[in-house]
């Protein structure tokens, strides 16, 4: 496919409203496992309007999500891409980070400080792709003990609307070693004004915690 072609196939040029264009184009490059118009959207991504790129970012975490070793020959061109001002592209960027994370998270981890610098000045989606990033890089013997505690210190200052969610994704791969420091920082956040509805899941982790410890 050239250029043209795939410009022709993303949302913004279909005329249709949502992101169906950008997900079919992103099961058709998976079914085809065409790498050379994988490559093209990469292509639009660095040098394609703001419009094309948006829905060049769209097609290709899709495509991780599906097919992430597609998508991780171009990791070192998506930390470029953290740069971008266009706060669309850069969680998006992170997500594709998050998927390529699964196939080479050497190549993530050697630059972590660059993922949560723009995680930390990001939106939530940012940030929740940060704790995944942490989560998978858990499982390098070098990285493991710098992600763990990286973490932990956004669990302990997560906003209460996260709060929960991260608590789950870290119980979900906790160590036994690591239950008592996991449940003080929850038991500091009980202070926190929030939701019943997110405290019951807090009591939850913690609960699964304890367990983790007797």
């Known amino acids: 496919m050239k250029r043209q072609d795939i410009i022709d196939r993303l949302a913004c040029s279909s005329g249709l409203k949502g992101e169906m264009p950008n997900i079919a184009l992103a099961e058709m490059l998976c079914q085809d496992q065409n790498h050379a118009a994988i490559a093209v959207v990469v292509e639009i991504l660095q040098s394609g309007s703001k419009p094309h790129q948006q829905d060049a970012i769209k097609v290709i975490y899709e495509v991780g999500s599906r097919c992430p070793d597609l998508i991780e020959p171009y990791t070192d061109v998506f930390f470029n891409t953290l740069s971008n001002k266009n706060n669309r592209i850069v969680w998006g960027t992170l997500m594709a980070l998050a998927q390529t994370c699964k196939m080479s998270p050497e190549r993530v981890a050697d630059r972590l400080d660059v993922i949560l610098e723009a995680a930390d000045n990001g939106s939530v989606i940012a940030k929740d792709q940060a704790i995944e990033i942490l989560i998978c890089l858990r499982s390098l013997p070098h990285y493991s003990q710098k992600a763990t505690e990286e973490l932990f210190n956004r669990l302990a200052v997560a906003a209460i609307n996260q709060l929960p969610k991260y608590a789950e994704m870290t119980i979900a791969d ?41």
């Open 174 to 214: 906790l160590k036994p070693d690591e239950a008592s420091q996991f449940l003080s920082i929850l038991e500091a956040r009980q202070g926190d004004d929030m939701p019943e509805s997110k405290r019951k899941r807090l009591l939850k982790a913690m609960t699964k915690a304890k367990g983790m410890m007797d």
